[in-house]
C-alpha cells in the first residue's frame, strides 16, 4: 500500500477528519485554491476525538471546529504522511482530479467546443446549423440541456437528424414521418414531435428555411400545426387522412388526368372533405368557373353560403373549419400557383388575424382580404371580450394590410364573428362569379 492510500484509509476511517476533508474540498473548489478556513458545526463525540488526535488540541468542549487549510497542513507536517501535497491529497481523496469552479466551467467550455467542432467535421454540409447551435441560437436551449444531460445522446441525435436532412424527400413525392424515421433510424417514432429526435429536427428545418430568408425567426416550440406545416416544406407528412380541407366548385389534374372525383363532385355539386392523401395526388387546381376562390373560416358560414346559393354550378368555396391544416395549405398553394386569386374572410379575433397574416405572407400576390376591414369589422361586433392572453398574440401580427384592424380589436377588446356578414359575403360572390 502506498502512502497516499494508507493516509487515505486512515482519513476515511476516522469521523472527524472524513467529515473534515470534505468539507476542506469543497471550499477548495468554491475558492478556486487552497485557502480559508471550514467551520464544522455540530460534532459528535467521535469526531472530536478524531480531531484532538489529529491536530493535538482538546476539541472535547468545543460543539463547533473552525479549521484551515494551513492549521491542517501543519498537523499533516507532523505525521507520516508530511511529505504528502495537499492538492494531491484532494484529488486522491476525491478519486479524480479535482477541479475548482472556474477550471470546471473552462473544460466544460471546451469540451463543448470541440464536441461541436467534431460534429461539424463529421456533417460539414449542415455546419452553420451545427454553428448556430453552439453559439446558443433562437430555439436552442433544449439541446443544450440535453447536453448536459447525457452529451453522448446529443451526438447521436445530431447524427441522426443531419442523415434525415441529407436523405429528404425530393418534390414532388412525398413521405409520411413515421416511414420517413423507419428508413433513417429503424424506429418509426424517432421523429414523434414528443421525441428529442423529433424536436430537434424540427430546429434544423426551421434553420434551413430561416436560412433561406423564408422565415423571419426560429422558435423553440411548435404547436400541431406549425410543426405540419414546417414538416410539408420538405414533403414530409404526419397524418394524411385525418387532416382534409372542406370545399366545392373546385377541380384538379393528377398525373391521370382530371381527377375524377372532383369532376364528379361539382356536377352534383357536392361538398367534399378532401384528405390530404388526396390532395397530395394534385399536380394542379382551379375553380371550376372563373379565376377566384374564396375561403371563409367558419363550417356553419360555409354550409350556409352553398344554401344560398343560387346558380346551377357550385361556387369555388373552401372551408378551413378554423386553422389551417396542411391539406389546406397544399390546396391554397396549387390555387395560387396557378392564374387564381384567394379571397380570405375570417373571424375578427387574434386567432383569425393570424391566420390572414399567413397567408398574406404566404403569397402576399394572390391573397385579397374579403370583407375584412374596421368597417366590416365595426358592423360584426359581438359582445364578446378578448382576453389579455389573446390580445398579446397579436404582437406577432406583421402584415401592414391588417396593422388598422389590429389597432382597432385591441382598442376594442371584443370579438367579431363572419355569421353576421353572410349576406355580404354572399353578394361579393354573385358579383365575382357572374
Not at 88 to 94: H, K, Q, S, V
Not at 219 to 247: I, K
Request: charged share 25%; net charge positive.
Amino acid at each position: 500500500m502506498s502512502l497516499m492510500d494508507e493516509l487515505i484509509e486512515y482519513v476515511r476511517s476516522e469521523p472527524g477528519l472524513d467529515r473534515l476533508l470534505r468539507a476542506l474540498l469543497e471550499r477548495y473548489i468554491q475558492l478556486g485554491r487552497i485557502g480559508g478556513s471550514v467551520k464544522l458545526a455540530n460534532l459528535t463525540s467521535e469526531e472530536k476525538e478524531s480531531l484532538s488526535l489529529f491536530f493535538r488540541k482538546d476539541y472535547s468542549r468545543q460543539a463547533s471546529a473552525s479549521i484551515s487549510f494551513a492549521a491542517f497542513e501543519k498537523a499533516l507536517l507532523k505525521t507520516k504522511f508530511a511529505e504528502i501535497d495537499i492538492q494531491a491529497l484532494l484529488n486522491a481523496y476525491a478519486g479524480k482530479k479535482v477541479y475548482t469552479r472556474n477550471e470546471a466551467e473552462e473544460l466544460y467550455q471546451l469540451q463543448k467546443h470541440h464536441f461541436f467542432r467534431e460534429l461539424q467535421q463529421v456533417h460539414p454540409q449542415y455546419g452553420s446549423w451545427i454553428e448556430y447551435v453552439r453559439k446558443k441560437g433562437r430555439g436552442t436551449r433544449a439541446i443544450h440541456q440535453l447536453y448536459d444531460e447525457n452529451p453522448e445522446y446529443l451526438r447521436k441525435l445530431i447524427h441522426i437528424v443531419c442523415d434525415a436532412l441529407s436523405q429528404l424527400p425530393a418534390a414532388p413525392k412525398y413521405e409520411r414521418l413515421p416511414f420517413f424515421a423507419q428508413k433513417i433510424t429503424q424506429n418509426p417514432h424517432a421523429f414523434d414531435m414528443d421525441q428529442h429526435g423529433g424536436r430537434i429536427l424540427l430546429h434544423a428545418l426551421q434553420f434551413l428555411l430561416w436560412e433561406r430568408g423564408e422565415i423571419p425567426y426560429i422558435r423553440g416550440r411548435l404547436n400541431a400545426e406549425e410543426a405540419n406545416d414546417l414538416l410539408q416544406n420538405f414533403q414530409l407528412l404526419r397524418d394524411d387522412l385525418l387532416n382534409f380541407v372542406t370545399f366545392t366548385g373546385l377541380t384538379g389534374e393528377t398525373v391521370s388526368g382530371e381527377h375524377p372525383v372532383l369532376k364528379a363532385a361539382n356536377e352534383v355539386k357536392a361538398v367534399l372533405n378532401f384528405p390530404l392523401r388526396e390532395a397530395a395526388k394534385l399536380r394542379s387546381c382551379r375553380p371550376v368557373k372563373g379565376n377566384a376562390v374564396f375561403i371563409v373560416e367558419n363550417s356553419g358560414v360555409c354550409s350556409e353560403l352553398l344554401d344560398r346559393w343560387p346558380f346551377p354550378s357550385p361556387p369555388p368555396l373552401i372551408s378551413t373549419n378554423g386553422q389551417f391544416k396542411l391539406a389546406s395549405l397544399l390546396l391554397i398553394d396549387l390555387l395560387t400557383a396557378g392564374n387564381t386569386f384567394i379571397y380570405y374572410s375570417g373571424d375578427f379575433d387574434p386567432e383569425g388575424l393570424l391566420m390572414a397574416n399567413r397567408l398574406l405572407n404566404r403569397c402576399p400576390s394572390k391573397i385579397k382580404l374579403w370583407r375584412y376591414s374596421v368597417e366590416d369589422y365595426r358592423s360584426c361586433q359581438a359582445k364578446v371580450d378578448i382576453s389579455k392572453e389573446r390580445l398579446a398574440k397579436l404582437d406577432k401580427l406583421e402584415s401592414n394590410e391588417l396593422l388598422c384592424l389590429k389597432k382597432e380589436i385591441i382598442s376594442s377588446k371584443k370579438a367579431g364573428y363572419q355569421e353576421e356578414l353572410v349576406p355580404l359575403l354572399l353578394k361579393d360572390m354573385k358579383k365575382q362569379l357572374l
